[in-house]
């Protein structure tokens, strides 16, 4: 921590808002055992409440073979041959504060869920000397005050401090006056969310963990109550990608000198679909900087059908009108699906949605139904008829405001729908494969246990469109020029492994 009351230079309060999985990994990777000592035992869990959707941890002093590999990653982070030595200086640069005397193994960070607009949330860090550490918090601040028997420091910033069971927080005064309280029970670390998904996260403890609780987040976010415009089924939608929601996610990882990887589990939620397939993505088209596989797409859409409800009246007049079946004359068919975007240029960006189709002859008896549904219930959107090199049947759209037309067609036994030209042509007949890529082939060997990715992302590319939005924070930048790829496979049964490579 740099200035009295800043971590490195930045008010607690600062820092939380701030505060990434990136950052915490940087901790982690560089400080080493530079900084923190081993003897503490405490869990920072056990401070958060229950209630907290958002926790991320790092091991502060990994010991043997995990702190070489959590140095090998700092090397790569800060671009540098001693990163204990990094970490010091930036430490120094910011300031006269030095916590090495009392930091113990962890440092955590939990936010709140959002109340009246107010996001709260605080960081926790492990005491190897209580002692030391009370001194610290006593020294931060003017104003005092007191929840139960705890004494908070408050800065003027608005930061509150506390030690709370020999562990600092500080951060919004709300959320640690909730630490103090989640210390007398209904902690995050005695939840059976929380318990539960660890126990189905693969691979042992590494150099940090993390837990989301997703329809907690979906639900004060203000989307539940639907997209502001899109009435009732907005409504309906929202409320069904709440209940397919996991409850709970949880993820451990690890980090080496060729990758930073995390094993993920999720618990609650719709029943695990079929993985998506690793060969359907390889055979995107290799100009894509984003693909993912959305796995059996027909029984994912029929879930999120049945999970509306009330509103299936409501979907078989529509179905009546158009002369549609939907489960029969459009899930019927749909198997394997995938997304792409290609493109870094705002008015260049394109995208697919590619389904394999398990019924050609289906499929294309479909594309006029479709036509003709958005036709009548889409307002101020017209269709034409689609013709283009290597499909059989299709038609276009181009919404109000669009700068691309939107493709719907039947190709061979593919579905796609494109958005831009470029987007149709490359789903339907890609001058290039995924699969045959060296940056997606390096990527992907950093998974391990011979898992081929499911999903990837390119990240120089992925910093080209941030750059051409302008929406690109010096920190951000810093952190893209160290990585390569980002890869994940899907193991099944709510499973996955992420990689996210160095360059």
């Known amino acids: 921590m740099g200035r009295r009351g800043t971590v490195g230079g930045v008010s607690p309060a600062t820092l939380v808002r701030r505060l990434s999985l990136p950052v915490l990994l940087l901790l982690v990777a560089a400080v080493g055992a530079g900084c923190g000592t081993s003897g503490d035992t405490a869990d920072p869990a056990a401070i958060v409440p229950a209630r907290a959707p958002v926790y991320v ?5 990994p010991q043997g073979e995990l702190r070489d590999d959590a140095l090998a990653a700092g090397r790569k982070l800060l671009d540098t041959n001693d990163p204990e030595a990094r970490l010091r ?37 492990t005491t190897s000397d209580p002692d030391a550490a009370r001194e610290y918090v006593q020294a931060q601040g003017s104003k005092t005050e007191r929840h139960g028997d705890v004494e908070l420091r408050l800065a003027t910033d608005g930061t509150a401090y506390a030690l709370v069971e020999d562990q600092v927080v500080a951060g919004q005064p709300a959320a640690v ?9 209904d902690s995050l670390a005695e939840s059976d969310s ?103 797409v027909g029984p994912l859409l029929k879930e999120q059908l049945e999970a509306l409800g009330g509103s ?61 549904l958005i036709g009548r219930f889409a307002n101020g959107v017209t269709t034409t008829p ?15 405001g669009a700068t691309q037309a939107v493709h719907v067609a039947a190709a061979g036994d593919l579905f796609v729908i494109a958005l831009g030209d470029e987007a149709l042509r490359e789903a339907v007949s890609p ?9 997606f082939r390096d990527a992907a060997a950093t998974l ?56």
């Open 57 to 61: 941890e790092a091991t502060v002093a």
């Open 431 to 439: 001058g290039s494969k995924m699969g045959d890529d060296a940056n």
């Open 312 to 372: 299936q009246a409501m979907l078989g007049l529509l179905s009546a009108q158009a002369g549609l079946d939907i489960e029969k004359d459009l899930l019927g068919w749909m198997g394997q699906g995938a997304v792409f975007v290609t493109g870094t240029e705002r008015d260049s960006i394109g995208g697919a949605l590619v389904v394999r189709s398990k019924d050609p002859a289906a499929t294309r008896a479909a594309i006029p139904k479709l036509s003709g």
């Open 194 to 296: 929380f318990k539960k998904a660890f126990e189905r996260v693969d691979g042992e403890d590494g150099i940090g963990r993390a837990y989301l609780a997703p329809r907690t987040l979906l639900q004060r976010s203000g989307l539940q109550s639907g997209v502001p415009g899109a009435g009732m089924l907005g409504s309906l939608a929202s409320g069904a990608l709440t209940g397919t929601l996991p409850s709970a996610v949880a993820a451990r990882f690890h980090a080496d000198g060729d990758a930073i990887r995390a094993d993920v589990a999720s618990v609650g939620g719709g029943q695990p679909a079929e993985p998506a397939d690793p060969a359907f993505l390889a055979a995107l088209t290799g100009k894509a900087w984003l693909a993912a596989g959305v796995g059996e």
């Open 89 to 125: 200086e930036l430490l120094r640069d910011h300031g006269k504060g030095d916590v090495k005397g009392w930091l113990g193994e962890r440092v955590a960070a939990f936010k709140l869920p959002a109340t009246r607009g107010a996001r709260e949330g605080a960081v926790i860090a």
């Open 448 to 503: 391990g246990d011979d898992l081929e990715p499911t999903a990837y992302v390119a990240v120089q590319r992925l910093a080209e469109v941030m750059a051409a939005s302008g929406k690109r924070p010096d920190q951000l930048e810093t952190y893209l020029r160290r990585f390569s790829a980002f890869v994940a496979a899907d193991r099944g049964d709510g499973r996955w492994r992420a990689s996210l490579a160095f360059r």
């Open 386 to 400: 689609l013709r283009a090199q290597g499909v059989d049947a299709g038609f276009t759209l181009r919404p109000p």
């Open 177 to 185: 006056r909730a630490a103090i309280d989640a210390a007398k029970g």
